[in-house]
């Protein structure tokens, strides 16, 4: 289909596209103003576009109009020439080899054709190409807007870009995109990345203004005092004529006089030596860098362009002009000729400007950022940050962000470090949220992956100590800025398939393991994937990539900027999870076929000690186990007995204990003939094998609420976790 066409003297440019309706609609929907959005530029001729509403091309509407060119889309390109010279070989013109190759001359029929895709990258463009008529070099230039299908371009992008701009500045700048964006300078600091760009968009005006104070300098006049012999002064005052008549009979006598003289080593002049002199220094330097690492990406026509710009510089820093001028030492006051004269300003403007930051807003300078596939994965992992912030109206107890470095004039995040931001509830649970989170082989808190390296987006780790002392759940989320829309048009917005599977894949991957020798566990409670999804709440709720959460803590919910009906689906998750107690979450997990797990809040076995010897004995040991009187507790063997706590008499209950094993001995078995606790008695006695050792809270004794232990009482682990009124609650009655 043919979209957009531009009718001229010497060519004709018609630009095709497959797949052009959908894009179009799906674009529509996401626009604000959408019919009125964008603004075509080109050197000269007759433009037609396609417009969907009347199904053919028809007259380029003067002011903005709608867009047709969008991510991720094939476009094909013929420019037919009219009138060319014979030995004329029209070239696309880019900074990207990439874009170069795409396109290929055909003499026989003078077409100049190729195809271009800006996948996830959007903002300005342009299509830039040059022949030869009548023996002159000509170049023809178009330019356009590349719009995203999935996201409000105005509005959602520029707030993707402002969020991730507060949290990690400059990293969204990139280097040899196909588009660019357009923003403002603003006093801060710069760097290389930003300098250069913002030359690549200078470079005329300051090589054309630096020529013109070179040829037309300013220069003011100056008094000097000189001393002369009486015939070198072509005039004498008054009092010169005295002193002349006074020392006649010395003809080598020297006079004093005072003249006035043009002079160029003016404060304006030093001022632009100064700045002609650092902007070529950097330009070289920068220059030769890009040459270096970027010698397989950028074209042979950038190349020349670079070369012929350090030319014209090194003919402007040789200028004798420049010998008779001196140091600058900054502008003691202000100075009209910098502010307004010709040449002068300018230089003045652009030294500003190359030594500015950047405030991200609709602007003139022109910069290439990341492709919005990244951007939005480090949009939802700050997005995320703030749902749970908003959730729990706490601030952040820690932030440490991945620094970012500029590599290969690309800003990115140090390798191998990730971002974590971490919460502190009123309860105490911990909440860590991070970016970028590798799951290896090794692993510092016994989370790893034993095939190959596993590494979602984001990942939300939750601490609670209302069972086991800092017991973890991990949930993984990935940003995925692509829809099942997009290879299928019949497909509705929905996210991929491959990427929900990715989810399963996770979760079946990552184990946590706690010792070498013991058996790993699955460590992931759920997956879910985050992608730029519209529709209302009720269309949402019935698809099945969200009723799977439910039923299997796998699934999606759609987050976009400006779109806060849909992300009350991902607030309403957030919330349930950080609100759930532990034995709520692990009772959902659901078991593998014929297996059961273990119960998340076993029984607590508690048990009197009361004997003094005992009492000693049982403190002072590193490996622990407890015997029972004649009287054995009625529920052992019970599959939810898991842990022992022992009473001791008048003080209560301090430490409690894993139950590894246990033994049904006679008593004069338990201890050695040598030790004092040994008996004669050949009555048996139930053995515990105990295991690690917890303390109950603050290293106090706690009594048992409703009654006393004797000898034993039931209680669950939350009970021990969580005190009432600082007490241990045990519902069960005593045994006898």
Not at 298 to 304: E, M, P
Not at 412 to 438: A, P, W
Not at 629 to 642: H, V
Request: hydrophobic share 30%; proline share 3%.
């Amino acid at each position: 289909m043919e979209i957009f066409k531009i009718k001229h003297i010497d060519f004709v440019i018609t630009i095709s596209s497959l797949g052009f309706s959908k894009a179009f609609e799906k674009a529509k929907g996401r626009q604000s103003t959408f019919l009125e959005s964008t603004i075509y530029s080109f050197d000269s001729g007759k433009a037609t576009i396609f417009s969907p509403m009347e199904n053919s091309l028809i007259e380029l509407p003067s002011g903005k109009v709608w867009p047709v060119f969008f991510e991720n889309a094939d476009y094909f390109i013929d420019i037919d020439f009219i009138s060319l010279d014979d030995t004329s070989h029209p070239q696309v013109i880019s900074n990207l080899k990439e874009i170069e190759d795409k396109f290929s001359f055909r003499a026989n029929h003078n077409l100049l054709s190729g195809t271009i895709n800006y996948g996830n990258n959007i903002g300005s463009s342009e299509i830039k190409f040059k022949y030869k008529k009548n023996n002159k070099l000509l170049e023809y230039n178009l330019v356009f807007e590349v719009f995203p299908t999935k996201l409000d371009y105005r509005n959602d992008y520029l707030k993707m870009v402002k969020d991730i701009e507060e949290a990690y500045p400059n990293l969204i700048l990139d280097f040899l995109k196909k588009t660019h964006s357009n923003y403002s300078t603003e006093h801060g600091s710069s760097n290389d990345l930003i300098w250069w760009q913002i030359f690549g968009g200078l470079y005329n005006e300051f090589l054309k203004a630096s020529q013109y104070i070179l040829n037309k300098s300013h220069a003011k006049l100056i008094q000097k005092t000189r001393y002369l012999k009486a015939d070198r002064i072509k005039h004498l005052t008054q009092r010169q004529e005295e002193k002349v008549i006074e020392h006649r009979n010395n003809p080598s006598k020297l006079y004093r006089i005072n003249l006035k003289e043009q002079s160029v080593d003016t404060i304006e002049n030093k001022f632009f030596k100064h700045a002609l002199l650092e902007t070529t220094n950097k330009y070289k330097r920068l220059k030769e860098y890009i040459l270096y690492k970027y010698s397989y990406k950028i074209s042979k026509d950038f190349v020349f362009k670079l070369n012929t710009i350090e030319k014209t510089l090194n003919i402007f820093v040789s200028n004798p002009f420049l010998k008779n001028i001196g140091r600058f030492n900054g502008f003691r006051q202000e100075s009209l000729l910098i502010q307004k004269g010709t040449g002068y300003s300018t230089i003045y403007k652009n030294w500003i400007l190359l030594n500015s930051g950047l405030q991200f807003l609709e602007g003139i300078q022109r910069l290439e950022q990341k492709n919005v596939a990244d951007l939005y994965e480090i949009w939802c992992f700050l997005e995320v940050k703030e749902i749970i912030q908003d959730i729990i109206k706490k601030n952040p107890t820690d932030i440490q962000l991945a620094q970012i470095e500029i590599d290969d004039f690309v800003f990115k995040f140090d390798k191998g470090v990730k971002s974590r931001i971490s919460f502190t509830k009123d309860n105490g649970d911990l909440i860590e949220l991070f970016h970028d989170y590798q799951f290896g082989k090794n692993t510092r808190d016994g989370l790893k992956s034993y095939t190959v390296n596993q590494r979602p987006d984001i990942v939300v780790k939750l601490t609670k100590n209302d069972l086991k002392e800092k017991y973890k759940f991990t949930y993984l989320y990935d940003a995925k800025y692509r829809l099942e829309s997009d290879n299928n048009e019949t497909s509705p917005d929905f996210p991929p398939d491959d990427a929900i599977n990715q989810m399963h894949r996770y979760r079946d991957s990552i184990y946590y393991n706690k010792t070498k020798k013991s058996r790993p566990e699955k460590e992931i409670i759920g997956g879910y994937i985050l992608f730029p999804g519209s529709g209302n709440l009720d269309q949402v709720k019935s698809h099945n990539f969200y009723k799977s959460i439910k039923d299997v803590n796998i699934g999606a919910f759609p987050l976009k900027p400006n779109e806060g009906h849909n992300k009350i689906l991902l607030k309403e998750h957030f919330k349930e999870i950080l609100e759930l107690n532990s034995e709520s979450i692990l009772n959902d997990i659901i078991p593998q076929k014929e297996l059961g797990y273990e119960a998340v809040n076993p029984e607590v076995l508690i048990g009197f000690v009361g004997n003094k010897k005992h009492i000693e004995y049982f403190n002072s040991r590193s490996e622990q186990f407890y015997h029972t009187g004649i009287k054995k507790p009625s529920r052992f063997g019970y599959k939810d007995l898991k842990y022992f706590c022992p009473y001791i008499k008048g003080k209560g209950c301090k430490y409690y204990y894993d139950i590894i094993d246990y033994s049904i001995v006679p008593r004069n078995k338990v201890f050695d003939k040598s030790h004092e606790l040994y008996s004669t008695d050949t009555s048996e006695r139930l053995v515990l094998h105990l295991g690690d050792k917890y303390i109950i809270k603050n290293e106090k004794y706690y009594k048992v609420a409703n009654g006393i232990v004797n000898p034993y009482r039931y209680s669950k682990l939350s009970y021990l976790r969580n005190l009432t009124d600082n007490k241990i609650k045990a519902p069960a009655k005593d045994e006898e």
